[in-house]
């Protein structure tokens, strides 16, 4: 059982930026971040292939997040840029040691953190 632990999040105006970071207390193949907006259902935002190095990400949030790895910490960090006040939600990340997955799918993964909130107002 690997466990995730998501930081970082917080009230940002719009046009400005924050970092996630997930922690995982494992090695996992695939990491995803997913969010959660009020009212809507949980969509997925990007995810990594920790080996690799690839990226994936939302046509909602491309060229505006950037996910990136820490190999020696098993953290996952989620860059995000000229935030938007549609960005509001609580984001998930997420995790699992399958060997392939389709990275847009949340059945795919076995492993979620508890969440963190991000407020995007002015």
């Known amino acids: 059982q690997v466990q995730l632990v998501e930081s970082g999040g917080g009230l940002v105006q719009p046009g400005g930026s924050l970092r996630l970071s997930c922690r995982a207390s494992g090695r996992t193949n695939f990491m995803g971040w997913f969010r959660q907006a009020p009212g809507k259902e949980r969509e997925f935002v990007g995810a990594i292939n920790w080996g690799t190095g690839y990226t994936f990400y939302s046509d909602s949030v491309k060229g505006r997040f950037t996910i990136s790895r820490d190999n020696a910490d098993n953290t996952v960090y989620v860059q995000m840029n000229s935030l938007k006040p549609e960005d509001t939600a609580i984001y998930y990340c997420?995790?699992?040691?399958?060997?392939?997955?389709?990275?847009?799918?949340?059945?795919?993964?076995?492993?979620w953190g508890q969440g963190t909130q991000v407020t995007v107002s002015s």
């Open positions: 997420a995790g699992t040691v399958r060997r392939s997955i389709v990275y847009t799918m949340m059945r795919h993964y076995d492993y």
